[in-house]
């Protein structure tokens, strides 16, 4: 694990270090590009030299400041993903090498309660050997009893020492037997924690095969940013043409600067007049956007109509009527969305609009999933896959599109099953309403 991290460590280096170099060569011939197409651009109408150097020199500074925000914000991003991946890496390590201490913690003693069983086990089999030669011998004796009568009084004495010998015999007997079964116990006991830990080292080899699954993506977008980045470097060939082209058309701007002002009254003719057909479509425009805040609020008054109608009972010979009242059919959308438990009557606010305008699809369905299921972690690991990214990511995005427009966040970002916050719930919902009646008129359409 420690090859892998310092391999990626340099890798990261390397990358970071080609990055750099790569970034200042692209602000350099960025700086360029703005310069060149500002000054033309300011010098053509006015040929003030000053002015239009002026303005360059601003517009430089512009691009250049606008450059530096973007790649700091997207390197904040980066080192974040990195400084997480990196601390689950240790994390893991340590959690290893804790497992591994354990283990041979537990097997030593299991070792040693083996070998103090073994050893009680031999001192019970010498102890019932020596029992068995005593019967024997008893045996022997009260055989003999007849023919020893002169040695009785020996053998009682010996009889009596022999009992005191096999009381203390059945002591030790006993003795063995009450450790035999607290051993018994304990190793039980070790049995019961081995299984738990074998547990524990199952649950981690799943979360290595996430974070292995976690790798093979981040491998699988190392590709395309290759070729996004061999795509800039064509594009920054073109730009370098398209300069040495512009520089061309400046001597030839210079040279046809007589033909321009000798046409320059004109296009002055001509842009008044555009100015009036400019006018007029401005007119037109207004009118147009009026209409279509009527259709929209006729749309939503039939919405709220078909309503009405669905909730109250009606005959095959009322619903024709109700149709016959409605010729606009394409608007009406289908009866599961109509009678979804989204009241979709009271409009989202500006910020809400803008902010479904900003979702992708696939982020839509991720915040479906995320409402509509109990568990969405898996149609979330889906849509990453599907799109070539992590559901860690797809959920900061969605929560920092949200930021940008609502001001909020709308994900909970530390739980382990994503949810939606309590007070957005009832606009995400409208949201997602609004979503598939925008798709259901898209189909319709088509």
Same mark, same amino acid.
């Given at each position: 694990m420690t090859l892998i991290t310092t391999y990626s460590n340099n890798l990261t280096t390397l990358k970071i270090s080609n990055m750099q170099s790569l970034m200042v060569s692209n602000r350099f011939i960025l700086g360029i590009v703005a310069f060149s197409v500002s000054f033309g651009l300011s010098l053509v109408p006015s040929w003030d030299f000053n002015k239009a150097f002026l303005t360059s020199v601003i517009t430089v500074?512009?691009?250049?400041?606008?450059?530096?925000?973007?790649?700091?914000?997207?390197?904040?991003?980066?080192?974040?993903?990195?400084?997480?991946?990196?601390?689950?890496?240790?994390?893991?390590?340590?959690?290893?090498?804790?497992?591994?201490?354990?283990? !041979?913690? =537990?097997?030593?003693?299991?070792?040693?309660?083996?070998?103090?069983?073994?050893?009680l086990q031999n001192q019970v089999i010498e102890c019932r050997n020596q029992r068995d030669s005593l019967n024997r011998e008893l045996s022997t004796f009260a055989g003999q009893r007849k023919q020893l009568d002169a040695e009785i009084s020996n053998l009682k004495t010996e009889l009596h020492s022999l009992d005191k010998s096999k009381a203390e015999l059945n002591n030790s007997f006993a003795t063995l037997t009450t450790e035999k079964r607290r051993l018994e116990f304990n190793y039980n006991i070790s049995n019961a924690e081995i299984t738990q830990l074998q547990t524990k080292i199952c649950e981690l080899q799943q979360e290595k095969q996430e974070i292995e699954s976690n790798l093979t993506l981040l491998g699988r977008l190392k590709p395309q940013l290759e070729d996004k980045l061999y795509e800039l470097r064509i594009k920054i060939q073109e730009l370098e043409i398209k300069t040495t082209k512009e520089n061309q058309l400046l001597v030839a701007t210079t040279n046809a600067r007589e033909n321009i002002e000798a046409n320059l009254n004109s296009f002055q003719t001509q842009m008044a007049s555009q100015q009036v057909e400019l006018?007029?479509?401005?007119?037109? =425009?207004?009118?147009?956007?009026?209409?279509?805040?009527?259709? +929209?609020?006729?749309? #939503?008054?039939?919405?709220?109509?078909?309503?009405?109608?669905?909730?109250? $009972?009606?005959?095959?010979?009322?619903?024709?009527?109700?149709?016959?009242?409605?010729?606009?059919?394409?608007?009406?959308?289908?009866?599961?969305?109509?009678?979804? $438990?989204?009241? =979709?009557?009271?409009?989202?606010?500006?910020? #809400?609009?803008?902010?479904?305008?900003?979702? $992708?699809?696939?982020?839509? +369905?991720?915040?479906?999933?995320?409402?509509?299921?109990? !568990?969405p972690k898996a149609a979330i690991k889906q849509i990453a896959e599907a799109n070539i990214t992590m559901p860690n990511l797809l959920i900061d995005s969605i929560n920092e599109q949200a930021n940008d427009t609502i001001g909020e966040l709308i994900i909970e970002p530390n739980l382990e099953i994503p949810e939606v916050y309590q007070e957005h719930i009832i606009n995400v919902r409208k949201m997602i309403a609004m979503y598939e009646i925008l798709m259901a008129r898209h189909a319709s359409s088509n």
């Open positions: 500074l512009a691009t250049y400041t606008a450059a530096l925000f973007v790649d700091k914000r997207r390197r904040n991003h980066e080192m974040l993903v990195l400084g997480s991946l990196r601390k689950q890496i240790k994390e893991m390590e340590g959690l290893k090498s804790r497992i591994v201490r354990e283990i !041979n913690q =537990i097997e030593d003693h299991r070792s040693l309660l083996y070998s103090e069983s073994k050893q006018n007029h479509l401005q007119e037109q =425009i207004s009118l147009l956007q009026e209409e279509r805040d009527l259709l +929209q609020n006729q749309v #939503w008054e039939l919405l709220q109509q078909v309503e009405t109608i669905n909730s109250e $009972p009606s005959s095959d010979d009322a619903q024709e009527d109700n149709l016959e009242l409605f010729p606009f059919a394409e608007l009406i959308e289908p009866l599961e969305i109509i009678n979804s $438990p989204v009241d =979709i009557s009271e409009k989202l606010p500006n910020e #809400w609009n803008d902010f479904l305008e900003k979702l $992708p699809g696939y982020e839509m +369905q991720v915040l479906k999933a995320i409402v509509e299921q109990d !568990n």
